[in-house]
C-alpha cells in the first residue's frame, strides 16, 4: 500500500522489473533480431555473454538457493522477472533467450545433499536444462492416480518400465526427476533422479505448432541407483504437487508479459496506420479491442500477483495459482488474437512475432495442466469450503 490508499510494488520489486526490462531490451532483442523467426535459443557465444551480464545483474537461476549458487527470489519476485523476461521473440519457451539459465526442479532441493551437490549445483552453474516427468498416455487429471510407470526394488537399484509424453527439454538435458510407481494406489507414486544417458532410457522428439518440440521417454529395464530415489519411497506425489503448484505462478506471469507486448504493438500500430481516411487508433473497434485487452491483462496480473504473494507469506495457494493459471494463460491468448486482427494481415506475417506468440499461447493452455483440470481445482476447492468464496 502507498501513501494513498493504493497498491504499488515496492521500491525494490520496481528496481527489479526495470533492470529485467532493460536487460531483455538491450541484450536479447537486438541479437533475436538476427535469428530465424523460430529460432528457440540465441548463438552460442551471443548466449554466453548475455548470460555473463545476467549474473552479474543477479538474474541468474532466480528460483535457486543463493548456497548453491541461484539468486534465491521470492516468488513474487520471479513472477515480476518472468514477465518481463518473456518480452522477446522467442520469450514464450524461452524466456530472455535462456539468458537467466534454468532453474532445476525445485524438488531436487528436498533431496539429500549429495544429490543436490552431484545434480543441482553443476546445473545452476552451467546454466544447462533438466526435465520432469509425470505425464502419461494415459493421461488423466489425477497423476497420482494414473501413473502407470513401474519402478521395482532390485538390490541396489530400481527398473523403471514405462512411457512419459510431452516431456519437455528432455532431449537438451543431462539429467531430470521421473516420477513412478513403486506400490498400488495414490500413496505408491515415487520419484528418482535419472541420468539422461541411463541404458534403457530412449527419447522420441513429438512435433507440434511450435518450433521447439516436447518428447517422448520410453524406459525398458532402466536401472536407477537406489541413491537416486529421490525423498521417501511412496512419498513422490507430495512432491509432484510442490513443483506443480509452484511452476504454475512464473509460468502464468510469462504469458502476460507476452499479451503485454504484443497490446504494446497493436497500440503503437494503431496509432500510426492510417485507412479510409482515417487512424486505426481513431475507429471504436479498435479502441474496444485495446481497452478489453489491458483491462484482461490487469485482471489477470492481480491473480498472478495474489497467488505469489500468499506462497510467499507461506500460505496453501493452491486455488489461487490455479485460478491464475486459467485465466492469465486464456487471457493471453484472447489478447494476442485481437493484436493479429489490428494488424490485419501483417499479423501473421512472420516479420512480427505475433503470429509465433499465438502458437505458443495455444500451448499455454494445455502446459502445466489444462485449463479444465484446474477449474476442477477451483470447483472442488469452492465446493468443499476450502477456497473461498473471496
Not at 242 to 249: D, G, I
Amino acid at each position: 500500500m502507498n501513501a494513498h490508499g493504493g497498491w504499488e510494488l515496492s521500491e525494490e520489486l520496481q528496481s527489479l522489473r526495470a533492470v529485467t526490462r532493460e536487460f531483455v531490451q538491450k541484450e536479447i532483442r537486438p541479437v533475436e533480431e538476427t535469428l530465424e523467426f523460430d529460432a528457440y535459443q540465441l548463438p552460442t557465444e551471443a548466449l554466453e555473454a548475455a548470460r555473463a551480464k545476467a549474473r552479474q545483474a543477479g538474474l541468474w537461476c532466480v528460483g535457486s538457493p543463493a548456497q548453491y549458487g541461484g539468486s534465491e527470489m521470492s516468488l513474487l519476485e520471479q513472477v515480476i522477472v518472468a514477465e518481463e523476461a518473456s518480452q522477446c521473440r522467442m520469450g514464450a519457451y524461452v524466456p530472455a533467450g535462456g539468458a537467466f539459465g534454468w532453474d532445476p526442479p525445485n524438488v531436487i532441493f528436498r533431496g539429500t545433499e549429495e544429490q543436490i551437490q552431484k545434480y543441482a549445483v553443476p546445473t545452476i552453474a552451467s546454466g544447462g536444462k533438466t526435465f520432469v516427468a509425470i505425464s502419461e498416455p494415459s493421461g488423466g487429471a489425477d497423476p497420482a492416480r494414473s501413473i502407470s510407470t513401474t519402478a521395482v526394488r532390485d538390490g541396489d537399484s530400481y527398473v523403471l518400465n514405462g512411457t512419459k509424453t510431452w516431456i519437455s527439454a528432455a532431449d537438451y538435458s543431462d539429467w531430470g526427476v521421473v516420477f513412478a510407481r513403486t506400490s498400488p494406489g495414490r500413496n505408491g507414486v515415487s520419484s528418482f533422479i535419472v541420468d539422461a544417458d541411463t541404458p534403457g532410457l530412449t527419447m522420441k522428439p513429438i512435433p507440434v505448432i511450435r518450433s521447439w518440440y516436447p518428447c517422448e521417454l520410453s524406459f525398458t529395464d532402466c536401472r536407477v541407483p537406489v541413491e537416486n530415489l529421490l525423498g521417501e519411497e511412496g512419498k513422490g506425489f507430495d512432491l509432484a504437487q510442490k513443483w506443480l503448484v509452484h511452476a504454475r505462478v512464473p509460468y502464468a506471469a510469462a504469458t502476460l508479459g507476452i499479451a503485454s507486448a504484443a497490446l504494446q504493438m497493436a497500440i503503437e500500430w494503431a496509432r500510426n496506420r492510417e485507412t479510409f481516411g482515417s487512424r486505426l487508433a481513431d475507429k471504436q473497434a479498435i479502441q474496444w479491442m485495446i481497452a478489453d485487452s489491458e483491462i484482461e491483462i490487469r485482471a489477470a496480473r492481480g491473480l498472478v500477483y495474489q497467488a505469489a504473494w500468499k506462497a510467499d507469506l507461506g500460505q496453501d495457494f493452491k486455488f489461487e495459482a490455479s485460478a491464475a493459471k486459467v485465466y492469465a494463460t486464456e487471457t493471453a491468448g484472447r489478447v494476442v488474437d485481437r493484436c493479429i486482427q489490428i494488424h490485419g494481415g501483417l499479423g501473421v506475417a512472420k516479420e512480427l512475432p505475433l503470429e509465433r506468440w499465438y502458437r505458443e499461447m495455444r500451448i499455454k493452455r494445455i502446459g502445466e495442466g489444462p485449463s479444465e483440470v484446474h477449474r476442477m481445482v477451483v470447483a472442488r476447492q469452492l465446493l468443499s469450503g476450502r477456497g473461498g468464496p473471496s
